[in-house]
């Protein structure tokens, strides 16, 4: 079964940092570009970061640029994001999505989603 | 940016009513729209993809269409599994892909 599973969120003060985890199973990992799209509470949807097969390319949404850094390990089958400088404005459920291979665009895969707070 | 507007923001629909929901972007996609599900506490489920592709495993009863700027997605005779809020979202602007704010449809 194709599978993404996140870990890491929590509850962390402004200024504070975050590592976010996404440990992808059953399929070919490397493939894919993956992406992270967050949620805030009772909001929609919007996308926070996105990198390709071979971490050759990345790019960030304006409100993150400069403190996330997206990477992932294709040995471990992991994406990352790590969060620095966190804002109150960044508190929201955080979900690795997967890129359709054939599919314009589209999230085939998600990962069930994290919760990040970001409050004193 | 490209900003997705739907309509309905929210309805209230019966069981086997015929569902329309709209969704218009700020200039043209072409056909990169895709449609997605999401329940309450759960991720977004992928419906259709490229304007009016099912995704596979996703019922019959879904249809999307449209091209350019606006976009309808349509649920035939709804059911009660289909009670959720649904997201357009274009994949036209790389890499700065944007969603609609949602369309929550409710049980009347």
Known sequence: ?120 | DIQMTQSPSSLSASVGDRVTITCRASQSVSSYLIWYQQKPGKAPKLLIYAASSLQSGVPSRFSGSGSGTDFTLTISSLQPEDFATYYCQQSYSTPTWTFGQGTKVEIK
């Open chain 1, 1 to 120: 079964e194709e599978q993404l599973v996140e870990s890491g969120g929590g509850l962390v003060q402004p200024g504070g940092s975050l590592r976010l985890s996404c440990a992808a199973s059953g399929f070919t990992f490397s493939s894919y570009w993956m992406y992270w799209v967050r949620q805030a509470p009772g909001k929609g949807l919007v996308w926070v970061s996105r990198i390709n097969g071979d971490e050759s390319s990345t790019s960030y949404a304006d409100s993150v640029k400069g403190r996330f850094t997206i990477s992932r390990d294709s040995a471990k089958n992991t994406l990352f994001l790590q969060m620095n400088s966190l804002r109150a404005e960044d508190t929201a459920v955080y979900y690795c999505a997967r890129v359709a291979v054939t599919g314009e665009g589209a999230f085939d895969i998600w990962g069930q989603g994290t919760m990040v707070t970001v409050s004193s």
